[in-house]
């Protein structure tokens, strides 16, 4: 069986060196035209009526004048040409058009917090950000998948090609127990629990499966009570004296009504074997694809670190009655 040719067609400078030739109604003016020589025109044609396999111009005549085959190249050519040229102007506006609106995924603490940041930064500027929030694994594939434009997520592996993710900041853990519980007569977690019950992120969420590693890296069997997917609830029932939890402090900020009933201590106030607990902690990282929206991911990168930096670790760090250094971890330039 006969294979198949793929068939062969002419670029764009082909086309409009053709288009210029009839245009100019002669080769040498359409060199002039498009400031190559004459013979440059000349090997332009010829390639055509190799590809397209018909003659384009007849040179019996003086000046060479287009044959049917030819004039029909040029009316395509014109509609093709006009064509490409609307396409790279509307490809180029998505980054420089006055209104461009860009959809920014963010996990639902960050959003709740430096959210209203954000969007009064950029308000006035050249960009419309609409904002959503999520869990990290949804964000994440919603950025794949090109239904957000932008996301801030804790996932710091760039598993997709061509899409960046830059370290916004890192938080630390800490341990939220109720306003009146005395906690300095209790050493282990697990003790802990044997007196007021873990209440406890899912393990669906990211924050969920970062607890349950630490737990299980410090071989803490903790019985699985409450779960919460949002940070809410769960710091409703320790507000309430029913139990307690281990989340952030952006986490709990974004429920900040509740601070008046909460005491927020370090992992390192509890000990096994004599020895204090290590911390952990969660890094921010603001995900984009390379080479789009100009310069708006540098932008909002920058916006995003001040803000944490200079003003939503502060507050955190004051209401909670922290040093601004325990909230907002110093970051490896």
Known sequence: MKESVPEQYPDWDLLASWVAVVEAGSISDAASRLAISQAGVSQRIKALETILD????????????PTA??????????????????MVESVRNVTRAKRAVVRLGCVDSFAATIGPIIIKALAGTSHQIRLWSGITPALDG???????DMAVTTTGLALTPGIRR??????????????????????????????????????????????????AANSENVERTCEF????????????GLGFAITTPLCVWQSRHYVPELRVVPLSAFS????PYTGFSRSFFLAFRENELGHLPTDLYDLLRRAYERQVSRDIAKALSLNPEDVCLPEEQ
Request: glycine share 4%; charged share 25%.
């Open 54 to 65: 018909t003659t384009l111009l007849d040179r019996a005549t003086r000046p060479a004048r």
């Open 69 to 86: 085959a030819g004039q029909r190249l040029f009316e395509h050519a014109t509609v093709l040409l006009q064509g490409a040229d609307q």
């Open 142 to 148: 919603q950025l794949e998948a090109r239904q957000l």
């Open 166 to 215: 830059q370290k916004l900041f890192s938080e630390p853990y800490f341990v939220v127990l109720p306003k009146s519980f005395e906690v300095d007569r209790f050493t282990t977690l697990a003790d802990l629990s044997r007196h007021l019950q873990l209440i406890r992120y899912s393990a669906r969420s990211v924050i969920g499966q970062h607890v349950d590693a630490y737990l």
């Open 229 to 240: 997917d949002a940070t809410d609830p769960m710091l409703s029932l320790v507000a309430a």
């Open 272 to 275: 096994r074997h004599g020895r």
